[in-house]
T-cell receptor, first 115, second 114 residues
Framework: AQSVTQLGSHVSVSEGALVLLRCNYS??????LFWYVQYPNQGLQLLLK??????LVKGINGFEAEFKKSETSFHLTKPSAHMSDAAEYFC?????????????FGRGTQLTVWP | DVKVTQSSRYLVKRTGEKVFLECVQD?????MFWYRQDPGLGLRLIYF???????EKGDIPEGYSVSREKKERFSLILESASTNQTSMYLC?????????????FGNGTRLTVT
């Protein structure tokens, strides 16, 4: 079985501060991991994905995430927050042979950026 | 660029009505999905399809059905709409590659049932 836990439903940072959004996964097989972003009144947009190559994955908009097998984590970071980063972020997991390609999503983390 | 188009951004329907939500993708993806999104609950999978005329139940299929007559189109049907089906509905598609392909999402349909 596969599942994702996002720690913290709301995170607030000041503009220019480090962004850290936490994601822990559970998977009985080597996982594929994804981070998505959702801006108000829009669908989800892929930020980055881990598919068993490099453990540090770089995505769009300056975000990156590190796969740590020993901690079963895939936390999302950005060195310096921008006002435009305010959105909801979702972590998701699947795996090789995942049932028909479905992803399992976390409950999301709402990021607020203060000026 | 993959485009997933949902036919309506906003819908208002009455209790008991039959409701159709339509989704079309233009990238020849085999897999298509319907999720509903509610505050604090994240995305919950309703149904998905891995081929024409094929469908699989997700985690919350009760009160819903789906239709996939053509590869590019996946319809979600609320047989008799109820107020607890008021939600944001998201359609997505992906390649059939055993879980490695990301999902591509439409912009969502916000359904209100009164």
């Amino acid at each position: 079985a596969q599942s994702v836990t996002q720690l913290g439903s709301h995170v607030s940072v000041s503009e220019g501060a480090l962004v850290l959004l936490r994601c822990n996964y559970s998977s009985s097989v080597p996982p594929y991991l994804f981070w998505y972003v959702q801006y108000p009144n829009q669908g989800l947009q892929l930020l980055l994905k881990y598919t068993s190559a490099a453990t540090l994955v770089k995505g769009i908009n300056g975000f990156e995430a590190e796969f740590k097998k020993s901690e079963t984590s895939f936390h999302l970071t950005k060195p310096s927050a921008h006002m435009s980063d305010a959105a909801e972020y979702f972590c998701a997991v699947s795996g090789p042979g995942s049932t028909l390609g479905r992803l399992y999503f976390g409950r999301g983390t709402q990021l607020t950026v203060w000026p | 660029d993959v485009k997933v188009t949902q036919s309506s951004r906003y819908l208002v329907k009455r209790t008991g009505e039959k409701v159709f939500l339509e989704c079309v993708q233009d990238m020849d993806h085999e897999n298509m999905f319907w999720y509903r999104q509610d505050p604090g609950l994240g995305l919950r999978l309703i149904y998905f399809s891995y081929d024409v005329k094929m469908k699989e139940k997700g985690d919350i299929p009760e009160g819903y059905s789906v239709s996939r007559e053509k590869k590019e189109r996946f319809s979600l049907i609320l047989e008799s709409a109820s107020t607890n089906q008021t939600s944001m509905y998201l359609c997505a598609s992906s390649l059939r590659t055993g879980g490695i392909s990301p999902l591509h999402f439409g912009n969502g349909t916000r359904l209100t049932v009164t």
